[in-house]
């Protein structure tokens, strides 16, 4: 999902958040939780190109038509968001830490609505055993990497 969406959904549910817990701190969590994921692509560019992308065309390009391109993508993961509710709900943390885990939830479950992964694609696990490859990564009728 392009990330002026993310921005959209992530303002809404922001709103949402100051609403239900009565805390601006929590709606700035959860907006900047929610825009902040993505950094794990910038985070892969940079591992495997050696360079930062600072602009969102350079990161485009890299995902849709370079060879190397591998979604390691660690918080676009199922198991990374499990970890996350559950060191919330084990040491007990509060509405700020639950807004950011909402937000990255839901995050998570657009890409996976927009994005042309195959359904077990977001789980980190899946990604490992199929070695990171844009054919086992892609559905069918993206493997060719344009999105
Ligand atoms: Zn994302």
Known sequence: ???????IVSIGLSG???????SWAAGVSCLLSGILIDLDHHLDYLFIRKKFPFRYRQLLDYCEK?????????????????????SIYYFRLNEIWIAAALSASVHL???QTVNPFKPLAYFF???????????????????DGVF
Do not use: A, N
Request: some cysteine.
């Open 125 to 143: 696990i899946y990604r490992f055993k199929h070695g990171f490859e844009r054919k086992e990564i892609l559905s069918d009728d993206h493997s």
């Open 16 to 22: 949402l958040m100051v609403y239900w817990f009565r």
């Open 66 to 86: 370079d060879p190397r391109w591998r979604p390691y993508l660690i918080f676009h993961s199922y198991e990374f968001l499990l970890l996350f509710w559950m």
């Open 109 to 111: 479950i657009c890409d």
């Open 1 to 7: 999902m392009r990330p002026v969406y993310h921005v």
